[in-house]
């Protein structure tokens, strides 16, 4: 049977954004799940395992949320699992974000 190792709640939520790894290049991306310590980025680019990243989301409102973290995972022409690395101001909007979308107020 398969053991949920996930510390923290995950919410789909569609938010389009792009990431960078350790070439500097900027990748398309769309957030399929989130939580406050990771999400799933659809992108067709690959990362390497423990790759640090940096990920741009584009908010309902317009805004962008910037924050840094570490690929966990790949599936090819499918996408990258972060980990989120960063615990500042940047983690604690996410967490607001987080919040008010599971609230309902956050509808995409």
């Given at each position: 049977?398969y053991?949920?190792?996930?510390?923290?709640k995950?919410?789909?939520?569609?938010?389009e954004g792009?990431?960078?790894?350790?070439?500097?290049?900027?990748?398309?991306?769309?957030?399929?799940?989130l939580?406050?310590?990771?999400?799933?980025?659809e992108?067709?680019?690959?990362?390497l395992?423990?790759?640090?990243v940096?990920?741009?989301?584009?908010?309902?409102?317009?805004?962008?949320?910037?924050?840094?973290g570490?690929a966990?995972?790949n599936?090819?022409?499918?996408g990258?699992?972060?980990?989120?690395?960063?615990?500042?101001?940047?983690r604690e909007?996410?967490i607001?974000f987080?919040?008010?979308?599971?609230?309902?107020?956050?509808?995409?």
């Amino acid at each position: 049977m398969y053991e949920e190792r996930r510390k923290a709640k995950r919410v789909s939520v569609p938010l389009e954004g792009r990431w960078r790894g350790a070439s500097g290049e900027n990748h398309e991306a769309r957030v399929s799940n989130l939580s406050q310590v990771g999400c799933y980025l659809e992108t067709t680019e690959q990362a390497l395992a423990r790759e640090p990243v940096e990920i741009e989301l584009r908010l309902p409102d317009g805004r962008y949320l910037a924050i840094k973290g570490q690929a966990v995972f790949n599936i090819p022409n499918g996408g990258i699992g972060v980990y989120f690395t960063e615990n500042n101001q940047a983690r604690e909007n996410l967490i607001r974000f987080i919040e008010h979308y599971v609230t309902g107020g956050g509808r995409c």
